[in-house]
Each structure stands twice: as structure tokens, then as C-alpha cells.
T-cell receptor, first 119, second 114 residues
Framework: GAGVSQSPSNKVTEKGKDVELRCDPI?????LYWYRQSLGQGLEFLIY????????KSGLPSDRFSAERTGGSVSTLTIQRTQQEDSAVYLC?????????????????FGPGTRLTVL | KNQVEQSPQSLIILEGKNCTLQ??????????LRWYKQDTGRGPVSLTI?????NTKSNGRYTATLDADTKQSSLHITASQLSDSASYIC?????????????FGTGTRLQVTL
């Protein structure tokens, strides 16, 4: 079956511009996550969507970052007024929700990522 | 502060040889530990998931071990193949596994050569 897809695969932008990154999760997965992976660094959690619940935004580094998930499926991560330090690979993952309290217990399936370069 | 440290940072081995990657963590309260394989330019792919009560888990030529007392895990790769060349990431989940409590290691970059 189809996995998690992300677009674009690569994005180069000028400092100060806004960018939108898209994630299509696996069909039926109610949990969706965004991560950032900078060169030589581990994955950094950004935001988590679970069904119709309010998203967990605790990982967003600044108010320039925002994300939406429309209709419980596709998600868009928006970075406004990009800075050079925003350059990284942005990874999206989805999983089946489970466990008590709606908390995710399943394996996260990752997309290929979007490589963002801010000049 | 929750941390996950992996070693070595990089490793080069000959095809057919075995290798072991290490993961030490200070994550509390511990829920589970996962190993992911990340090919260059691709997203991570899950290899194993282990909870507190599991000491070892295998997935083909990959065998993961967990010592919850010493907070150490290892990933052993047997009879390595060129396709094993990738980054291997250790991820530790705290409590009930909410996304905000996942702590990722920086990975071990493995290169398998002829």
C-alpha cells in the first residue's frame, strides 16, 4: 500500500520568504507528526495531530512555524519569514492511534522528507 | 533532561561481517525503545520496538537487545550486506508514548563495503 508522502522533496528559498510543506499520511492513520532533522542532529519533534483533538504544538520553535491538518488527513507545515537556521529536512510521520486516552502506541511510518534550504 | 546517546557515530565494515551499535539513554519514565533504519534521502523505517519487559527482539538479520536496568540497548547486524549501509537511529519513548516525549538519538552511520 501507499506510504507517507511529502512534497516537495526539495525546496530552496530566500531568507524572509514563506514556505509550505505538505504531508499525505497513510490512509486510516489518525495520528500525524512533524519532525525536523538538521545536519548531524537527531530528529526534533515539532507538532502532533491526533484525530479531532487539539494538536500538541509544544515542539514548534517559534511563532513563525504553524501547521494544519485538514479533514483529518493531509497536513501542511508553514514556515513564515524563513531564516537560514530553518534549513533542515522536515519529516512527517503517521501512525494508528491506540492505547489509553487516545495516546499513540503504534509504530510511526515516516515519509521521505522535504529538504529545505534557506539562502 | 531526557537524552539518547548512540555510538559509534560512524562505522565502516566489510560485507559479510557482523557489527553492533550501541544506544544509552536517560529517559524517564521509560515506555519503549525503537530502532529505525534511515537510508540516505529517505525517512526512517522501523526495525524493532521493545518494551520494558523485553530483553531481545529480532527482525531478520537485525537483533536488538535491551537492558532496562543499565538503560542500554544494542542493535546487532549479522552477515552485513551492502544494503545495510544507512543511519541507524535509536528512539526512546517516555510514559505513554506521546509524540512530545519521544527522544531521538543522532544515529550511527553505517557503511558496508566490499
Amino acid at each position: 500500500g501507499a506510504g507517507v508522502s511529502q512534497s516537495p522533496s526539495n525546496k530552496v528559498t530566500e531568507k524572509g520568504k514563506d514556505v509550505e510543506l505538505r504531508c499525505d499520511p497513510i490512509s486510516g492513520h489518525t495520528a500525524l507528526y512533524w519532525y525536523r532533522q538538521s545536519l548531524g542532529q537527531g530528529l526534533e519533534f515539532l507538532i502532533y495531530f491526533q484525530g479531532n483533538s487539539a494538536p500538541d504544538k509544544s515542539g514548534l520553535p517559534s511563532d513563525r512555524f504553524s501547521a494544519e491538518r485538514t479533514g483529518g488527513s493531509v497536513s501542511t507545515l508553514t514556515i513564515q519569514r524563513t531564516q537560514q537556521e530553518d534549513s533542515a529536512v522536515y519529516l512527517c510521520a503517521s501512525s494508528l492511534a491506540g492505547g489509553r486516552g487516545g495516546r499513540p502506541q503504534g509504530t510511526q511510518y515516516f515519509g521521505p522528507g522535504t529538504r529545505l534550504t534557506v539562502l | 533532561k531526557n537524552q539518547v546517546e548512540q555510538s559509534p557515530q560512524s562505522l565502516i565494515i566489510l560485507e559479510g561481517k557482523n557489527c553492533t551499535l550501541q544506544c544509552n539513554y536517560t529517559v524517564s519514565p521509560f515506555s519503549n525503545l525503537r530502532w529505525y533504519k534511515q537510508d540516505t534521502g529517505r525517512g526512517p523505517v522501523s526495525l524493532t520496538i521493545m518494551t520494558f519487559s523485553e530483553n531481545t527482539k529480532s527482525n531478520g538479520r537485525y537483533t536488538a537487545t535491551l537492558d532496562a536496568d543499565t538503560k542500554q540497548s544494542s542493535l546487532h547486524i549479522t552477515a552485513s550486506q551492502l544494503s545495510d549501509s544507512a543511519s541507524y537511529i535509536c528512539v526512546v519513548s517516555a510514559s505513554a508514548g506521546t509524540a512530545s516525549k519521544l527522544t531521538f538519538g543522532t544515529g550511527t552511520r553505517l557503511q558496508v563495503t566490499l
